[in-house]
């Protein structure tokens, strides 16, 4: 027994001692992962495998969690629990049916699927008290924004859009926890039990009157054959009268040409009768003539007031519109000395890129989205004061581009380039429009704005690239890049289309240019070359803090205006353009250091740089005559402003001048127009989007924060 008694104490200072070591093990499977805290402060992010860590002194962090679970039935019910390993596999999230009214106030019942992935354990961990939970309220308050801004019909027919629109949204909030939502997908959407049965109605009705119309149709095609015959009968008729017309006019044909080979003899002999004699044969049969006509002119009634009006009528003078007053503050922008501003009109939406007829009328492409509706805007001026006040609106889905050809308007949403037909002097287009480009990619950088050849046969494109730079998980930190990009395929660059060919893609378009971000600003300058702006990455700083201070990462990188040709790589997302070294340079995400170069040097380098982030949306070339010379042939570019220079004062905002010569730029860049936003936010906030030139060579502004768009004009010193 003392033996026994002797082994107890050992043995329990062995257990003891196994336990402590067992605590000190953590063991976390693949594709998962753990937060240790020390003593209650965040200590390190744990791998898979085997890990050590110090018993007593780190503790995992548990994380609230919850998951809707389907059973066979059908139904639904959430479980909650609690968990200290951290699942880095993509989910599947079963959102709740819910119940959501659409803008004809329809009750419609949703059912989706959300596929997220943590990409930041730590954020998911602090930022958030329980992820799936925001997740899914998010979606709730997201959903009902979206399809509250559609009617029933759009709702059942845009599920694509529906779903684009929702991961864009919850992909850019569930960003600072950590998350990232690659995929929505609405499963079902039904509507009321008694808008079903209408709907089954109305395909009956469909049916029936399908049936009707063969019906009808067959009845139609005999009544056709019928009048054919009695037709072939008249026509057989009108045949014989019209041979014995013809060859009664081949006749008279004959005659008169008998007499003109006679009179040109005539003439002949006449022109070498007078050469003879040193004069001018053209003078003389002129003057003879002239004689002939003139007797009869004063050989009938009113002969007097014949020859004067004849003699006096000429070429009258076209009426040249009047250039309008200025309001008194420019409507609150600033200008160079001799220039004024007046609003054309406000508060119409988000107004994005616009054309301007020959005769001054306005189009306007406006975005949707923020309680604002999409489509096409038209503005007319009849009073001549420069304030719009006719209005018209064709379409409702959102979009940013838009071109003018001769009875044709061209309009971009995010997956189609529409083309209208539009009578002269009309505002409203005529009829449907026709699809001319479809099935463009969605989501990301939508903007899809448009320019167009100047014989109106060449449509060019813009496709934005759907992240920032191209990483294997978008926008996180230290994430590598792929390489090579999948996107540089369908994405990020210009596409070169038929201005006038239907039902085009991608793929029976030409990949005009390629490692353009985002060329929100593109147009064909007077001498037929393509120019276009590119919007430069973001967070070099948040991904790369051990590269680049934050200060680096407000200014950097450039924005840049490009000389596009066929086959032109600008370098995305490989490399980026550092405005201070003056030259592109690796990305850190393909192995760069801020300096090194590597495979940037076969990429082609901009024409003109500009400060990071100012966000270049509108570019134009002047063609005018009413601005001074200097800005004949020069580049106007709309800055559409900063959203990531902090901790520096954001900024662009503004509209700047590039001077060109002989179809280059030539020096830098001067600001034309600014005040549009106020970092202190007093005052209607502006941001400028779209440019056009009027046809008396007024330059027009569009802004989408507020959206006026005003009309500059120079008038010198002769005040406003």
């Known amino acids: 027994m003392d033996n026994i008694g002797s082994l107890i104490v050992p043995a329990a200072i062995a257990l003891f001692a196994i336990s402590i070591v067992a605590r000190g093990i953590r063991i976390v499977q693949q594709a998962q992962t753990m937060i240790i805290e020390r003593l209650g402060k965040y200590h390190r992010t744990l791998a898979s495998g085997v890990n050590l860590v110090i018993p007593f002194i780190d503790k995992p962090r548990a994380i609230d969690w919850h998951q809707v679970v389907v059973t066979p039935a059908g139904d639904s019910f959430a479980r909650h629990f609690r968990t200290d390993k951290i699942d880095l596999r993509e989910t599947v999230y079963v959102f709740p049916r819910q119940n959501v009214i659409t803008k004809d106030n329809v009750v419609v019942e ?42 029933l019909d759009h709702v059942l027919s845009s599920r694509d859009t529906i779903n684009a629109k929702l991961r864009e949204i919850l992909d850019e909030a569930t960003h600072k926890w950590g998350a990232k939502v690659s995929r929505v997908e609405l499963k079902d959407i039904n509507p009321p039990r008694d808008i079903r049965d209408a709907m089954e109605k109305q395909m009956r009705a469909e049916r029936d009157r399908r049936a009707a119309i063969l019906t009808a149709e067959a009845e139609k095609q005999s009544r056709i054959l019928q009048a054919e015959g009695i037709r072939q009968s008249e026509i057989n008729q009108a045949e014989g009268q019209k041979q014995a017309k013809i060859l009664a006019a081949e006749a008279e044909a004959n005659a008169r040409l008998k007499v003109a080979e006679a009179e040109a003899q005539a003439i002949e002999r006449i022109t070498t009768a007078i050469k003879g004699t040193g004069g001018d044969p053209a003078r003389y049969l002129i003057a003879i003539r002239y004689i002939e006509a003139l007797k009869e002119m004063v050989s009938g ?270 370098g995305w997302p490989y490399c980026y353009h550092d405005l201070e070294l003056g030259h592109l340079v690796l990305a850190p995400e393909y192995g760069g250091d801020g300096k090194q170069v590597g495979r940037c040097a076969q990429k082609k380098e901009p024409a003109v740089a500009f400060p990071g982030h100012w966000a270049p949306d509108g570019l134009m070339f002047y063609t005018g005559s009413q601005f001074p010379t200097q800005y004949r042939g020069g580049a106007f570019i709309a800055f559409h402003g900063s959203w990531n220079r902090a901790p520096l004062p954001q900024a662009g905002y503004r509209v700047v001048f590039v001077p060109f010569k002989d179809g280059e730029p030539v020096g830098t860049y001067q600001t034309f127009a600014d005040g549009f936003w106020h970092e202190n936010g007093a005052g209607p906030q502006h941001r400028p989007v779209g440019l056009a030139q009027g046809p008396d060579g007024s330059l027009y502004v569009t802004d989408d924060a507020a959206g006026r768009i005003w009309r500059v004009m120079y008038k010198g010193g002769q005040g406003r």
């Open 301 to 570: 009634q009113n002969n007097k007031v014949g020859a004067v009006l004849l003699l006096t009528a000429g070429t009258p003078d076209r009426p040249t519109a009047a250039v309008p007053s200025c309001d008194s503050d420019n409507g609150g922008i600033t200008l160079p000395d001799g220039f004024c501003a007046v609003v054309v009109a406000d508060q119409v939406g988000r107004a994005r890129h616009l054309a301007v007829t020959p005769s001054g009328d306005i189009f306007v492409a406006l975005d949707d989205g923020r309680g604002a509706k999409g489509g096409v805007l038209a503005l007319r001026d009849t009073s001549g004061d420069g304030k719009a006040d006719v209005r018209e609106t064709a379409g409702t889905e959102g979009g940013t581009g838009i071109a003018l050809s001769k009875g044709s308007l061209y309009f971009s949403t995010a997956t189609t380039v529409y083309r209208f037909a539009l009578a002269a002097g009309r505002l409203k287009p005529v009829g449907e429009p026709s699809v001319i480009v479809k099935d463009l990619p969605a989501g990301g950088h939508s903007a899809r704005n448009l320019a167009l050849s100047a014989d109106g046969k060449t449509l060019f494109v813009n496709v934005g690239s759907p992240s920032n730079v191209c990483q294997v998980a978008d926008r996180s930190n230290e994430s590598p890049g792929k390489d090579p990009c999948p996107e540089l395929a369908t994405r990020a660059g210009i596409w070169r289309f038929d201005a006038n060919t239907p039902d085009q893609t991608e793929g029976s378009g030409t990949h005009y240019a390629t490692g353009i971000r985002n060329a929100v600003g593109t147009a064909v300058a007077p001498d037929g070359q393509l120019w276009s702006t590119q919007h430069g990455r973001d967070q070099l700083f948040q991904n790369w803090p051990k590269l680049y201070t934050v200060e680096q990462s407000a200014e950097k990188p450039s924005e840049e205006l490009l000389r596009v040709n066929q086959g032109d790589d600008f």
């Open 110 to 151: 949703i059912d989706a699927l959300i596929y997220s992935q943590i990409t930041d354990p730590v954020r998911a961990t602090y930022e958030i008290a329980n992820l799936p939970d925001a997740i899914e309220k998010l979606t709730q308050t997201t959903l009902r924004n979206v399809i509250g801004e559609m009617e």
